[in-house]
Structure formats: C-alpha cells, structure tokens
C-alpha cells in the first residue's frame, strides 16, 4: 500500500511540474475578429421620451471581446466602440445589417499593462474622421487619425488630480466644436458634483481648457456623453446597486454647458431613468443616430469580462412629442 501511494504521488508530481511528457500542451489562442450580433427578444417599452426599439446581444472573442465603454457614430451606417483593455469594435447597424463586428486594437504599439490602454470615452469629427479618446490612468486625451493611428497625446493638469480608475469616464466633441470631458468620480464622497474641462477646440492644441463643475442626478455617475447641439450633450448615467451579483440603473439627461447657475455650476437635467424599460446591465457606451423616424439613441454595455453579465446594444427612439417631460 505505501509503494502504491509513493507510485502515485509521484506519477502526481510529474503531471503537475512544467515540461514533463504527462503535462498536455496548451493550444496557442487563435485570435477571432469577428463579432456575432444576436437580436434580443424584447417588447417596446417607455421611460420618459425614450421608447426601446430593439436589442442585441454581442459575442467574440473570448480573450479581447468586452468591456466596451465608448461608442461614436461613424458614418450614420456603422459605429466604432472603445473598450477598456484598448481595443475596437467596427460594426454596421444592426438594424439594417446581419453582418458581424470586427475587432481589432485601436493601435499596434498598446501598452502591454492595462493600466495604459484604459480607454473609457470617445468622440469624433464626422467630417475627417479624426478620432479621440479619454483614457484612465493615464489620465490624458489620445487623437488618432481616420485609421486609428495615434497622431497626438495631451494631459491636461487638471485631469492629472482626478482618480485613477474614475477619469475622463464622458467625452464629447460639441456641435460648436468645443470638446467636453467629465470625470466619473464625484469631487466628495457620494457627492453630485464632478469635474469637467471644456476646451475651445482640438484638446491637443489648446493647452489652457476651462475648468467647469457639473451636478447630476444624486446617486449617479456620469459614464458616457454625446452632442445634441451648440453646448448641450446627452449624458449617459449610471447607479451601481450593491448586491450578489450587483446590478446597475441606468439614466440619461441633457447638460447644456453653457447655462450655470450663480455658482457656476451646470445642471444635468434628468430626462429619464430607465429601470425595468430596458434589459438590465452595465450600460457605459452612448451614440445618437439622426433617422428618418426622429432621433435615435444607442446604448452599449460593459461586461466587466464577467460571466454573470453580457455585451448588449439595445436601441431607443427619442419622441420629441413627450419635451415637456423632460
């Protein structure tokens, strides 16, 4: 019996210890760009002046697909999404479109540690397609031409003192062509209050942005924003609601920067709180599509790389009918 034990612990042991003819090879990951898009079942529900239209859920790959927490409009047919661990994801309308998704890095020469690729905000000029990103950590702006080629970095002084893993959350190019940025953590514990930059134009070219204090909706945060028109931008909010898993809540209101009250601040006017309307999950990602029908708001989800939550799109018709709810 103790030969025995002793055969056995050591056919263990040369299983275990790297190298050994008993260890199985590991298959190298082969890496798939493409993104399948799934519709949900969902039932057309209203929050406010939002009415959901339709959803998706995404899947890819299973070591780079998630996290998505930007989302911009390329060219009213396709959209471009940003992810946390620094890459994109280009796809057509799901609307109008079976095609899949293509992922890929935003660009070659990422930082291995994700510290360096964290980015969490985007936003683009329609006519050039230039393309610029908030990331966290490094707390700064990136500009990446129309192939998504970094041509330019800026860190703002003021962006240098916002917390690491709560930075430039929200960026906006304005339809006046200044550019908005708002940090995600509140400048108090549990405070409405957050920091923003507003610059006169390209962030890259103007070393000397306005500083600007927001007020949202008690309880939320502030995770993604969008432009409307002249100094007013959507803004995507979100409420973690603790629990096992948690679960988030999911927000929108309209920010005008250019209207601040005697303090200077400048209200987040809440529009609607989602809830039950549409499919729960970490929404971070908001784009708006100008349609025949009306205006169009999309919202994509973060999965945290979690296994209790998904990568949804789901898709909203703004009723202009329904402003004096606002």
């Known amino acids: 019996m103790r030969r025995k034990r ?15 003819w008993l260890r199985v090879p590991i298959k190298p990951h082969r890496f798939e760009p493409l993104v399948t898009i799934t519709p949900l079942a969902v039932e057309s529900t209203h929050a406010g002046p939002f009415q959901l239209i339709a959803g998706w859920q995404m899947t890819g790959d299973r070591l780079q697909f998630g996290g998505w927490s930007a989302l911009v409009v390329l060219d009213g047919q396709r959209f471009l999404a940003g992810s946390d661990g620094g890459r994109r994801l280009v796809f057509e309308r799901p609307d109008r ?3 899949p998704g293509l ?11 994700k510290e360096g690729r964290d980015l969490e905000s985007l936003a683009i000029d329609p006519s050039s397609g230039t393309v610029w990103g908030g990331f966290e950590y490094r707390q700064s702006i990136v500009r990446f031409d129309a192939e998504y080629r970094p041509d330019g970095e ?12 709560a930075g430039p959350e929200s960026l906006a190019r ?3 062509g200044r550019f908005l940025v708002i940090e995600e953590g509140a400048q108090l514990w549990r405070g409405h209050h957050h920091a923003a930059l507003l610059f006169t134009g390209d962030p890259i070219d103007d070393p000397h942005p306005e500083n600007l204090v927001v007020e949202v909706p008690q309880g939320y945060r502030p995770v993604d924003a969008t432009p ?8 995507l909010l979100r409420r973690l609601i603790w629990g096992v898993p948690p679960t988030f809540e999911t927000a929108l209101a309209v920010l005008d920067v250019d209207r601040r009250d005697d303090r200077g ?6 529009l609607a709180e989602l809830g039950n309307s549409i499919p729960q999950d970490n929404y971070e990602g908001l784009a708006i599509t100008e349609d025949s029908d009306g205006r169009h708001v999309w919202l994509i989800s973060d999965d945290n790389f979690m296994s209790f939550q998904r990568t949804l799109l789901i898709e909203l018709r703004w009723n202009a009918r329904e402003k004096a709810r606002e």
């Open 6 to 20: 002793l055969a056995l612990a050591i056919l263990l042991a040369a299983a275990l210890a790297p190298g050994t």
């Open 97 to 99: 479109s079976r095609l």
């Open 103 to 113: 992922l890929d890095r935003f660009h070659d020469n990422e930082q291995s540690i």
């Open 154 to 165: 800026v860190h703002p002084h003021t962006m240098r003192r916002w917390d690491d893993n």
């Open 174 to 176: 304005l339809s006046d």
């Open 228 to 235: 409307l028109g002249g100094g007013k931008a959507l803004v």
């Open 265 to 270: 601040i400048a209200r987040a006017r809440l």
